[in-house]
């Protein structure tokens, strides 16, 4: 089996995390929320995290649970459209400081190809007609009801002259990883039942948790961290999750930050569950 390819494919089964709106908190200053929310934003991208969901915690302010929630969508949008979907703020005053993701989505062509698949701009629709800004390699026309204002993802259909028609796509229709979704939930508790409405396990993280476990990698899962002053287990029922686990065992630090824990959740993860339907 393949250890790289690129384009990277989709996974089979969808895999969410729940984030505290306390990793935030903690820092002082925009400038550190900004280049927090930017790590955080790579390692969902690294690891092929299809949503985040942002919820506000115990520890977390609800203008830096919204403020994570904003960065990272504002990350995960595609470079070409960032001046059409976001007007000028003072929470985006560092976003230069945010890394690019590099994800297929963010390079897109700067002619019109038919056959290319890229993410384009409701600008205006007329019926059942609407146009589609394409950065730098133009416009499209799409028949389809869309809703100005949102972003669409198209495949170039037909281009000739200075506009294509474009087919709109379902984005889990697409095999390629595209990036994450943004959600925000006002607790915990709500991400949990509103993800196990549909169908996902849900795996807790505390350094109370199991570190000899078994993951449904067939099923899609949803991974809930805790914050930096207090863990999920501090202030919520074990028997919320399915399953509780620790990735971090022997910890050399006293304390993981969210962040590290993150990245060591996925990398297992990831290496657990590639491509395989199998529990592991």
Not at 174 to 179: F, I, P, Q, T
Not at 222 to 243: A, H, K, N, Q, S
Request: aromatic share 10%; net charge positive; glycine share 8%.
């Amino acid at each position: 089996m393949t250890c790289w390819e690129w384009p990277s494919r989709r996974r089979a089964s969808k895999l969410a995390v729940a984030i505290p709106g306390s990793v935030l908190t903690v820092e002082h200053g925009l400038l550190m929320k900004t280049v927090k929310a930017g790590i955080i934003g790579r390692l969902l991208a690294v690891f092929r995290v299809d949503e985040v969901a942002v919820f506000r915690d115990p520890d977390a302010s609800r203008e830096d649970t919204e403020l994570l929630a904003k960065l990272l969508s504002y990350q995960v949008t595609p470079p070409h459209l960032k001046k059409r979907v976001y007007r000028i703020s003072e929470e985006f005053r560092y976003a230069g400081l945010i890394p690019p993701l590099k994800i297929p989505s963010h390079t897109p062509p700067e002619k019109l190809e038919e056959g290319v698949v890229m993410y384009g701009y409701v600008e205006a629709c007329r019926g059942s007609y609407c146009r589609v800004y394409l950065g730098k390699a133009g416009y499209g026309i799409a028949r389809s009801t869309l809703r100005p204002g949102s972003l669409v993802l198209v495949r170039i259909v037909e281009a000739k002259g200075p506009k294509a028609w474009l087919e709109v796509l379902d984005e889990d229709s697409v095999g390629v990883y595209l990036g994450y979704k943004v959600s925000v939930y006002d607790s915990v508790e709500d991400v949990v039942g509103s993800y196990k409405r549909r169908g996902f396990m849900i795996v807790a993280t505390s350094k109370f948790g199991e570190c000899e476990f078994r993951l449904e990698c067939g099923r899609p899962i949803l991974i809930v961290f805790g914050g930096p002053w207090r863990g999920l287990l501090e202030y919520t029922d074990p028997r919320t999750y399915d399953m509780v686990i620790n990735t971090v065992p022997m910890q050399g630090a006293e304390t993981v930050r969210t962040e590290e824990a993150l990245a060591a959740t996925l990398a297992i993860l990831n290496f657990r569950c590639r491509d395989s339907q199998n529990d592991v």
